[in-house]
């Protein structure tokens, strides 16, 4: 007897059963995996609506925060955005005062309610048959009013001395440049002159134009509203790129929103400026560009009532627009009465454009957060004179007269707050100018920048018979400190302290040189040598008097009549710094709901504290 074995035909089929049995398995664990990812998903977007239910809740006390959370929970997308939770989807609003900590929905303990806690609750179903019953998803979100352990905006939070407490600080803007005023006709004239070289057009803008523009502002609220960015955080609209003709558009649409009588005076001008400008003429521009907010403050949206002033978008926009900063124009006596010569050449470039800032205070440790800078500036006025020498002829010269520098800046030092009030009783501003360097000196490259040397090198000109060699050497003027506090940057600094109103209408100086020192040019920066037999009664020493005669009086009025209304165009400080306190200054500063059906929105007033994310 004996045992036959086993044939490969009896073992057929054996992994078919644990390959099925794998499968089975297989499909179990991942309709597990794809239901708790679900329910993963599903519990993150219920604690985002239990986090900005809570945000916009607390934000309406002392009212009742439920008919804010359930819009908000409409917003954002909730499946169930009712208070009846009977049924396992629905919301829970409760809110607590900061002494006992305990959440009710009770009315009474809304008039010292601080802090809204929402709690969301969702039904989720398993998307696969295999898997047991459904799971309840419930998430909390609390927020409470002004800045606690969890401070919400980093930029706004200052501890209080000798506690473990935080507090909401102050928001203030600041703005540094020469006066606003443009009422002389050789403003306007420079101004239109700008206008037409940068982005072509033609300008008859007067002096009282140029005034309304000056006197005209716009709110950051209008402005945004103008450009069709009624809703997200200002950061969005100050880093919108559009081009130059956009941006007059939206400020004359503000202007008339605004209907102010200022307003109206800036908008006939700026639209007989608008109407010039091409749609595709210069590079893009940004607000940043010429409005700036500090930090995070920002994204807040605490400041819809800041305002810009026209004359700087204009004129800040212009120069942006023009791309690399650098801008030349001829100019002679029939543009600007009473030029010296037979006309100048003027170069000037923009190392940085001028800028206003919003933002809060020094910190404890005296750092500046909030600082707004006036352009430097680079500048060559070439102007062309007639020398006349006796007994020979006329004597044609170009003389460059050169500037650069005239650096300020405006730091938001610190706003005193009354207890209660929303307005701050003062400002203090700390201003500061940087040196200012005028010469006689030549810059030749497209950055003018001043090469050492000479202001005109071997110049050979005949007259008549004879050959005039002349070699000028470049004479440099430093505008120095006088009677004003030297600070760490040579130059001049000293606090300014503004009170109210804040509507931007006043200015203060900081103090610098009473007046721009021109240079003056002596006989040993000049070398005349003459090839050819002089003519009986005149001599070396005869031909430089004769050029001095012409050359030094040159610089006052191209000082007066460009550089002067050329810095007031451009919002530059020469020898002194004029310094601005505008809106907004508040020292309660507020957060508003960006989206438009909020109805806690851009025109709320003032007074309620900023909320934070506690839990």
Same mark, same amino acid.
């Given at each position: ?23 089975? +398995? ?15 998903? #599903? ?25 804010? /959370? ?45 802090? /809204? ?11 696969? !048959? ?5 799971? =309840? ?32 600080? !102050? ?43 000056? =006197? ?32 007059? =558009? ?35 521009? %940004? ?8 930090? =995070? ?5 605490? /400041? ?41 050449? +003027? ?34 006025? #070439?102007?062309? /004179? ?9 004597? %044609? ?25 929303? #307005? ?13 360097? %005028? ?31 002349? +070699? ?90 460009? +550089? ?32 438009? %059906? ?18």
């Amino acid at each position: 007897m004996f045992l036959r074995g086993r044939s490969r035909s009896d073992e057929r089929g054996a992994l078919a059963v644990l390959a099925a049995v794998g499968i089975v +398995v297989a499909m179990i664990a991942a309709s597990f995996a794809v239901d708790l990812g679900t329910l993963a998903e #599903e519990a993150r977007q219920d604690q985002k609506v239990a986090d900005l239910g809570a945000l916009d809740g607390v934000r309406v006390l002392p009212a009742d925060p439920t008919a804010a /959370v359930v819009a908000s929970a409409t917003r954002n997308g909730f499946e169930c955005p009712d208070t009846n939770v009977a049924d396992g989807c629905g919301l829970i609003v409760q809110w607590a005062d900061g002494a006992t900590g305990i959440f009710t929905s009770l009315p009474a303990t809304l008039p010292v309610a601080t802090a /809204v806690r929402v709690t969301t609750k969702s039904i989720h179903k398993n998307d696969f !048959p295999s898997v047991g019953g459904g799971h =309840n998803v419930s998430r909390k979100g609390t927020a409470s009013l002004g800045n606690g352990a969890g401070c919400y905006y980093p930029d706004l939070c200052e501890k209080v001395p000798g506690t473990t407490e935080t507090s909401v600080s !102050p928001l203030g803007t600041v703005r540094v440049g020469s006066t606003l005023a443009s009422a002389t006709s050789s403003d306007s004239k420079i101004l239109n002159l700008l206008l037409n070289r940068t982005v072509g057009g033609t300008y008859a803008v007067d002096a009282v134009g140029w005034q309304g523009l000056a =006197n005209g502002k716009v709110s950051l609220e209008r402005l945004r509203t103008a450009l069709g960015a009624t809703a997200g955080s200002p950061n969005g609209v100050l880093d919108a790129s559009m081009k130059y003709r956009n941006l007059l =558009n939206a400020t004359v649409d503000a202007l008339n929103a605004d209907g102010s009588p200022s307003s109206l005076a800036a908008v006939t001008p700026l639209i007989a400026i608008r109407n010039q400008v091409s749609a595709v003429a210069g590079a893009n521009v %940004t607000l940043r560009s010429l409005f700036d907010i500090v930090g =995070n403050v920002g994204s807040g949206n605490d /400041v819809a009532d800041a305002t810009i002033n026209v004359k700087d978008i204009v004129m800040g926009g212009l120069i942006v627009a023009n791309g690399n900063n650098f801008i030349s124009m001829d100019l002679t006596a029939t543009d600007i009465p009473g030029l010296p010569g037979t006309g100048v050449t +003027v170069k000037f470039g923009l190392i940085e454009p001028p800028q206003q800032k919003t933002g809060p205070p020094k910190t404890a440790a005296g750092v500046y957060r909030t600082v707004a800078e006036t352009a430097q500036v680079r500048l060559l006025v #070439e102007s062309n /004179v007639v020398v006349p020498i006796p007994l020979l002829g006329n004597l %044609t010269l170009k003389v460059p007269y050169f500037f650069e520098g005239a650096g300020a800046s405006a730091s938001l030092d610190t706003l005193t707050c009354p207890t209660g009030a929303d #307005e701050p009783s003062n400002v203090k501003i700390f201003g500061q100018t940087s040196v200012a360097k %005028t010469s006689m000196n030549a810059a030749t490259n497209a950055n003018i920048t001043s090469p050492s040397g000479t202001v005109i090198t071997a110049v050979s000109t005949p007259i008549g018979s004879l050959t005039v060699n002349l +070699v000028l050497s470049s004479v440099t003027v430093t505008v120095s400190a006088t009677g004003a506090v030297v600070s760490s940057i040579p130059g001049h600094s000293g606090t300014l302290t503004f009170t109210g109103p804040y509507d931007g209408t006043t200015s203060q100086k900081v103090p610098g040189t009473t007046a721009l020192t021109l240079p003056t040019a002596m006989d040993g920066n000049l070398t005349v040598t003459v090839s050819g037999a002089l003519p009986l009664g005149l001599d070396l020493p005869g031909i430089q008097s004769a050029i001095w005669a012409v050359l030094n009086p040159t610089l006052t009025p191209l000082n007066n009549l460009i +550089v002067k209304p050329l810095q007031r165009a451009l919002g530059l400080s020469l020898g002194d710094a004029d310094i601005w306190a505008p809106p907004v200054q508040h020292c309660n500063p507020t957060s508003f709901n960006t989206d438009p %059906t909020s109805s806690v929105g851009p025109s709320a007033p003032y007074g309620y504290q900023v909320p934070s994310l506690v839990g």
